[in-house]
């Protein structure tokens, strides 16, 4: 068996990566592709490596000589690599193709050994790399048969985004017999460059051989093994992140990024705060109905959409401001705000965060549990001399709660004081207690120094949208606040959510049901597990507490790099101590989470 690697392309979209180098020096984790893929494929036995050339030859060509590799290494130039696809590449080492068995790469893949030992393993002579089409991959698909038959090549001009349930993407790597090469692949491969010129894909000839009564060709499906192309610098970020060797170094990469794990298919994301039951089916459908509108047109202004807020929670238009998720709303009025300003430690840190620490009084409740009471709050900050004080209900990370009647005295408390209370509602509806939102406008009007935070986001289960609303009696605030912000500070997508949310209340309703249930469920399978305490939380996450020899640390690396879920670990939030926070999902998978943590904590016991 041979190895056949397309390495003539210039890597444009890499810009001042490859100015001067080609597409497969481009280093990962200080590794370059082709040190990696050559290194590989040596791994495999093969007789020779061929390796078509073009752009920057002479340096590739230097550089491989480099890399000590045993195996002989022939090249093939491509002189016209800036006029042509890589049709006309393979067709230069066509002659090779027929005199061996042979392994087909393109230059810009990384992938983990596993990929080409599944290919190289397989006995059947002749087949297609593929995996399960995510919404990350670019470039052909093909659809499959229960027998791995290949039924149609799906070029990007016949792409069909109802249909992407049912496509798999070319991983690029193919394995060709001799046999398959001299009767099938070589002579259509010069048939079909004579008739459409040389400006063309490989693959395309492919797509013509399936039509064929034997198409001889399979399809060898991927089965969770770690690959990926390289056609720019974000595809190379994320490269970067996913196969690092460095496993803290992985923790790290991919805590920076707060979102935008779609880019992991593989990934569970026990981190970050949804609703694992809300939006349902036919309001994401009425959006995708509307989705060339949304995006063609602008959004209203802050007028307009202040009204739909207003709408939403049935109080005033002056009372309430809509922001690009609670994140933007809370940036402004922590900036608006002055004097010393209570916080309970740990809580959500976008507050603490946003506000001068030489003027921040911290409350730390000294109990294993983190939980507190409006007494406690009010005896802590009693004689502080504070003019702000900031409460998020339930609270974050401990999940404690604080009844609505309680929250009642609090503000009465705050009012005789004259402290402004900044309230965080966000996860208020995921509690036991019902119609407990101080969104209310008797509340409103009844206290001018109460101020709630709601972000839409966590309740409702819609970050991508990033919704939040700021509501307050303090009128004057909310208008000053308005004009701060950007005037299209949400986008279409976010302004036709609340244009169409009111109609889905019962829908919500029913979602929050069905979440209190398999959140109690799932705290209860947590407790099931040695080493690990769960504190009681009335939001949609549980923050449990590890026996000493667990490290949250070790243990948050575990379950990230063995069992690809992302969790949160507290340890800078509690002073060093042995706390996680867990977001409660659906039960598939919470159950993926516990029986993955059941397997790792052993290990520390």
């Not at 080609?22 to 200080?30: E, L, R, S």
């Not at 002479?58 to 590799?69: F, P, W």
């Not at 009425?286 to 209203?300: C, G, H, M, Q, V």
């Not at 009007?445 to 303090?474: E, H, Q, T």
């Amino acid at each position: 068996m041979q190895a056949i690697i397309l390495a003539a392309g210039m890597g444009k979209r890499l810009k001042e990566l490859t100015q001067n180098n080609t597409k497969c020096m481009v280093k990962v984790n200080g590794v370059s592709l082709i040190d990696r893929m050559i290194h590989q494929i040596q791994k495999q036995n093969v007789e020779r490596i061929v390796i078509v050339v073009g752009y920057e030859r002479e340096k590739l060509k230097e550089y491989i000589a480099t890399l000590g590799i045993t195996t002989p290494i022939t090249f093939i130039d491509n002189p016209i690599y800036d006029k042509t696809n890589n049709i006309y590449s393979l067709s230069l080492a066509s002659n090779y193709l027929c005199e061996d068995d042979t392994l087909l790469f393109e230059s810009d893949l990384i992938f983990e050994d596993s990929v080409l030992d599944s290919l190289v393993r397989d006995p059947r002579p002749t087949l297609a790399l593929v995996d399960k089409y995510e919404s990350w991959m670019d470039g052909t698909c093909v659809k499959l048969d229960k027998d791995d038959n290949i039924e149609a090549f799906v070029p990007g001009k016949k792409f069909k985004f109802d249909e992407i349930k049912d496509y798999y993407k070319t991983v690029n790597i193919y394995k060709f017999s001799r046999d398959f090469s001299k009767t099938h692949y070589v002579p259509f491969l010069d048939a079909y460059q004579k008739a459409l010129g040389e400006n063309e894909y490989y693959e395309q000839v492919l797509r013509v051989i399936t039509m064929l009564d034997d198409p001889v060709i399979k399809a060898k499906r991927l089965n969770g093994q770690k690959w990926y192309e390289i056609d720019d610098i974000q595809d190379l970020d994320i490269a970067t992140s996913i196969f690092t060797p460095d496993e803290d170094e992985k923790v790290a990469l991919l805590q920076s990024r707060y979102g935008g794990y779609w880019r992991y298919p593989k990934l569970l994301d026990f981190c970050y705060l949804v609703n694992p039951y809300f939006p349902p089916q036919k309001l994401v459908d009425e959006i995708k109905a509307n989705f060339d509108t949304l995006l063609r047109d602008y959004p209203s202004g802050m007028r307009v959409n202040s009204l739909l807020a207003a709408k939403n929670f049935s109080v005033h238009q002056e009372n309430i401001l809509v922001g690009n998720g609670a994140a933007e709303l809370i940036k402004s009025l922590m900036e608006r705000i002055n004097g010393k300003t209570g916080f309970v430690r740990p809580t959500f840190d976008e507050y603490p965060h946003r506000y001068d620490r030489a003027e921040s009084v911290d409350f730390t409740p000294d109990n294993r549990d983190y939980n507190y009471s409006v007494d406690d709050l009010m005896d802590y900050f009693g004689d502080k001399e504070i003019k702000n004080l900031v409460v998020v209900n339930p609270d974050n990370p401990s999940g404690n709660y604080i009844p609505k009647k309680d929250l009642l005295r609090l503000i009465d408390w705050c009012m005789k004081k004259k402290i402004n209370l900044i309230l965080d509602e966000s996860f208020a509806d995921f509690s036991d207690e019902e119609n407990n939102t101080f969104i209310d406008q008797e509340i409103l009007n009844k206290y001018k120094n109460l101020y709630v935070m709601k972000s839409i986001s966590k309740s409702y289960g819609v970050p991508g949208l990033r919704l939040g609303v700021l509501a307050s009696g303090d009128t004057d605030l909310i208008a000053f606040m308005k004009k701060n912000v950007a005037i299209w500070n949400i986008n279409s997508f976010a302004e036709f959510y609340m244009q169409i949310e009111e109609k889905y209340k019962k829908d919500y309703s029913a979602a929050l049901v069905k979440f209190r249930a398999e959140r109690a469920r799932f705290q209860g399978e947590l407790a099931e597990i040695p080493g690990v305490r769960v504190i009681p939380s009335q939001a949609n996450f549980v923050m449990v507490e590890l026996d000493k020899k667990i490290s949250p640390k070790k243990l948050l690396k575990k379950l990230l790099t063995k069992h690809s879920l992302l969790i949160k670990e507290l340890t800078t939030k509690t002073n060093g101590r042995n706390y996680l926070r867990l977001a409660v999902r659906d039960k598939e998978d919470d159950d993926r989470l516990v029986a993955a943590m059941k397997e790792e904590v052993r290990t520390f016991l």
